[in-house]
Structure formats: structure tokens, C-alpha cells
């Protein structure tokens, strides 16, 4: 026998919650989401480049991304805690990413990599005989480890694959055999496409489309080993989902924006679908609120949530700086965007980037508030301050020389009448 509030708990609440799409799946690490603004956005991202963390949805977008924030070297960390409403301190979950963004690196093409490790915590397992008595203890936990890369083209189309190690380990050294965890590999592939239009140096308009499929070609795992006699297998199928959606931001000089956001997955093992609607309100370049909601077509469930964030990015302050000043003083506006001149002629750009999210959910309308109150945090730094380091550098080709008529050029370079 198993003894575990945590792990029990967990598997309740996922069997009895509709619209949760991994109720009838194994290692649901792999399609747990990570990201406090992702998460305060209805759970959304396949077609989003807000930060770093929507490479969970969409390798894709690594290398927007990177170009949206002029960052080159970016670290994060999320967590949060599962189920308050349990009150089980065992419960949690946590990410810890680190992404590499190079602009330019062939004629028109950027790139991104990530690599991320997302761990979902169950708390100490108890094993007992019939009689109570203990009989060995054990840690339970899932980890899936993901490397990613994304290839952004005229930035406009981008492609982008992620391979995701997983480790499930719910009952380790259970039974005869020292079942009780499962290994495997599988893959996310997306595609996202963007466009930006800006209209009288003013007003950017940035639509954007995004599809993504989640873990495949591995389609289930076994945490029973299969005697081999034995006819019926053991697999549990893994959590292969389909996602697509679009949003579209409207931002005004970099001061006031807005964006909306409107995705829907489906869950293959489940065949159900999950609708995730979200609206992001920027006010000023330092800060931004979060509304967001996560609804399955049928009505069974639904859950809203909301959050904020905050963010200090040099480059971005810089750049509202200099179209603000251009409307009124275009001298003065080019003096201080001459700020990164100075670093141009050394392929160049100094900036310093801090993010950090929060998002909190709640349950209106339902009877039992299991998630409400479940808050999530990350935080965001830069690591490398000087951008644009790999950028590739382009020749410039020096203007033609202009001689009076009566002088020639002899081919030593010597000036002749």
C-alpha cells in the first residue's frame, strides 16, 4: 500500500476536474504550462512572444522573443504552489530556463535555443503491508528536461522543435519488479507567423498566428514492467495535444498598448477541446495587467485569472524615448538615441532587462474551489548586457570618389592633371 496526501490528492483532483486534459494520461509534466503571464492570459501561447516562457507552447517563438526584447542571454525561474485550497506544502511546481537569441546570423534568419527543465513535486511516498506497519519510503516527482530551438525567417515565418527528456517517477521501487517510474523522449514541433505595420511612426499593429503539436511520436510510457506472458499491456498513454490561435497588439509610441489573445488545444486521448482567451492592458513601458480565462466548449468548467507585470528594459525605455522626443524635438531625439553609437562601431548594443509576473486564478460560479488562490511568480534577468555580439556584419561599401574633370586617377592612387 502507498501512502501520500500529496500524490493522492493530485490524482483526484485531475480524474474529477473536467477541462484539465490530462485526467486520463501519464507524466503530466509535459503539458503542465510554466510562465505567470502565459498562465494569467487563460493558459495561452502558442501564438505569443511576450517572454521567454512561451517556448513551453511554441519552440517557434524563441527568436521573437529575443528580438522583441533586445536581450541576447536570458535566465528565468517559476514557481508555484498546487491545490492551496489542500493546504499540502509537498504540492509544487517549479521552472528554470535559459535561453540564447542571435539575430542575423545568415542573410535574414534569426535563431533562438532554450534549454528548460519543468519539475512537479508529489511529496514523500509511504509503503505499508495490510497491517499499517512501514515498509520503506520514497520520494515522488515527475522532470522533463527540453532542449529547443527556434529559426525565425524575414521576421515574418518561424519554425521550431523541442526534444523533451522526461522522468516519472510516482511510486519508485514499488513492487517486485521496482516499478513505479517511467523514462521516454518526445517532441513539440510550431510554426508561428508575425507581421508588424507601423503606421505614421506612432501606432504599431503586430497580428500573429501560431500551431503547435505536443508530445509525439511516443504515444504512451509503462510504470509496470509486463510479464511476458502476460497478454494485456500496462502503457499509459501520454498527453499528445494540438494547439493554434492567433492574437494581435496594438501599441501606441511604446507608452500605451494593448494585446488579445484567442487559442484553442485538443487534447487527442481525451477528444476534448479547451478554449484559452486572455487581454494583456500596457501601462507605461514598466508595467502591465493580466486577464485571462480557460474554458472547455462543453461548460463542464471554467476558470479566469488575472496577474501584472513588471519589467525595466533599457533598450525599450530608450527607444520610447527617442519616438516621443521625435515628435516634438527630432535634434534632441537623435542626440540621445545616439547613446548606442557610441557602441555601433563595435557591433555593439548595452542594455539591461528585468521581468518579473505574477498571476493568480479563481473559480467563479463553481462549488468547489480547488485552484482558486493558486498563484504563480517568475522572474526574468538578462545575462548578457552587450546585445548584438554575434550579430553578422555587413560590409559597407565606401561611396564613389568625385574627381574634377582634369584629374585622373593613375593606379598607384597618385592624383594627376
Given at each position: 500500500m502507498i501512502r501520500t496526501l500529496?500524490?493522492?490528492?493530485?490524482?483526484?483532483?485531475?480524474?474529477?476536474?473536467?477541462?484539465?486534459?490530462?485526467?486520463?494520461?501519464?507524466?503530466?509534466?509535459?503539458?503542465?504550462p510554466v510562465g505567470a503571464e502565459n498562465c494569467g492570459l487563460g493558459e495561452s501561447g502558442v501564438s505569443l512572444a511576450e517572454n521567454v516562457f512561451s517556448v513551453f507552447w511554441n519552440p517557434a517563438s524563441l527568436p521573437a522573443v529575443g528580438d522583441r526584447n533586445s536581450v541576447q542571454l536570458l535566465y528565468a525561474r517559476?514557481?508555484?504552489?498546487?491545490?492551496?485550497?489542500?493546504?499540502?506544502?509537498?504540492?509544487w511546481h517549479a521552472d528554470t530556463l535559459e535561453a540564447v537569441f542571435l539575430s542575423n546570423v545568415a542573410d535574414h534568419f534569426d535563431v533562438g535555443f532554450a534549454h528548460h527543465i519543468n519539475f512537479l513535486n508529489f511529496g514523500e511516498n509511504t509503503w505499508t503491508d495490510d497491517l499499517g506497519n512501514e515498509l520503506g519510503k520514497a520520494e515522488s516527482f515527475e522532470v522533463v528536461e527540453t532542449f529547443a530551438m527556434g529559426l525565425r525567417y524575414r521576421d515574418m515565418v518561424s519554425i521550431g522543435l523541442s526534444v523533451k527528456d522526461f522522468d516519472s517517477r510516482l511510486a519508485p521501487g514499488f513492487g517486485p519488479e521496482g516499478d513505479g517510474t517511467a523514462q521516454g523522449q518526445v517532441l513539440?514541433?510550431?510554426?508561428?507567423?508575425?507581421?508588424?505595420?507601423?503606421?505614421?511612426?506612432?501606432?504599431?499593429?503586430?497580428?500573429?498566428?501560431?500551431?503547435?503539436?505536443?508530445?509525439?511520436?511516443?504515444?504512451?510510457?509503462?510504470?509496470?514492467?509486463?510479464?511476458?506472458?502476460?497478454?494485456?499491456?500496462?502503457?499509459?498513454?501520454?498527453?499528445?495535444?494540438?494547439?493554434?490561435?492567433?492574437?494581435?497588439?496594438?501599441?501606441l509610441l511604446g507608452l500605451f498598448g494593448v494585446t488579445y489573445v484567442k487559442e484553442r488545444s485538443y487534447s487527442v486521448v481525451e477528444h476534448e477541446f479547451i478554449?484559452?482567451?486572455?487581454?494583456?492592458?500596457?501601462?507605461?513601458?514598466?508595467?502591465?495587467?493580466?486577464?485571462?480565462?480557460?474554458?472547455?466548449?462543453?461548460?463542464?468548467?471554467?476558470?479566469?485569472?488575472?496577474?501584472?507585470?513588471?519589467?525595466?528594459?533599457?533598450q525599450e525605455v530608450l527607444d520610447v524615448t527617442v519616438r516621443s522626443m521625435s515628435l516634438f524635438n527630432s535634434e534632441l531625439a537623435d542626440k540621445?538615441?545616439?547613446?548606442?553609437?557610441?557602441?555601433?562601431?563595435?557591433?555593439?548594443?548595452?542594455?539591461?532587462?528585468?521581468?518579473h509576473a505574477e498571476s493568480e486564478?479563481?473559480?467563479?460560479?463553481?462549488?468547489?474551489?480547488?485552484?482558486?488562490?493558486q498563484k504563480r511568480e517568475d522572474n526574468t534577468v538578462d545575462k548578457l548586457t552587450l546585445r548584438d555580439v554575434f550579430r553578422k556584419r555587413e560590409k559597407e561599401e565606401a561611396p564613389e570618389r568625385q574627381l574634377p574633370e582634369n584629374v585622373i586617377e593613375e593606379e598607384d592612387g597618385e592624383l594627376v592633371q
Open positions: 500529496a500524490l493522492l490528492s493530485f490524482v483526484v483532483f485531475l480524474w474529477t476536474t473536467p477541462g484539465m486534459c490530462v485526467g486520463k494520461t501519464s507524466v503530466i509534466t509535459l503539458v503542465f517559476f514557481y508555484e504552489p498546487i491545490l492551496p485550497a489542500f493546504g499540502i506544502t509537498d504540492l513539440d514541433f510550431g510554426l508561428r507567423l508575425e507581421k508588424r505595420f507601423r503606421i505614421a511612426d506612432i501606432l504599431d499593429i503586430h497580428p500573429a498566428f501560431g500551431f503547435a503539436v505536443h508530445s509525439f511520436p511516443q504515444d504512451s510510457t509503462d510504470y509496470i514492467q509486463n510479464d511476458t506472458t502476460d497478454t494485456v499491456s500496462n502503457a499509459d498513454p501520454l498527453p499528445l495535444e494540438r494547439w493554434y490561435g492567433g492574437s494581435i497588439a496594438a501599441d478554449d484559452h482567451e486572455g487581454y494583456k492592458v500596457k501601462i507605461t513601458p514598466f508595467f502591465a495587467i493580466l486577464r485571462g480565462s480557460m474554458e472547455d466548449p462543453a461548460g463542464q468548467r471554467s476558470e479566469e485569472s488575472e496577474g501584472f507585470v513588471f519589467r525595466f528594459n533599457f540621445v538615441g545616439g547613446i548606442n553609437d557610441l557602441f555601433a562601431k563595435y557591433h555593439l548594443r548595452p542594455n539591461f532587462f528585468f521581468e486564478i479563481f473559480e467563479p460560479g463553481q462549488t468547489e474551489l480547488v485552484r482558486t488562490g
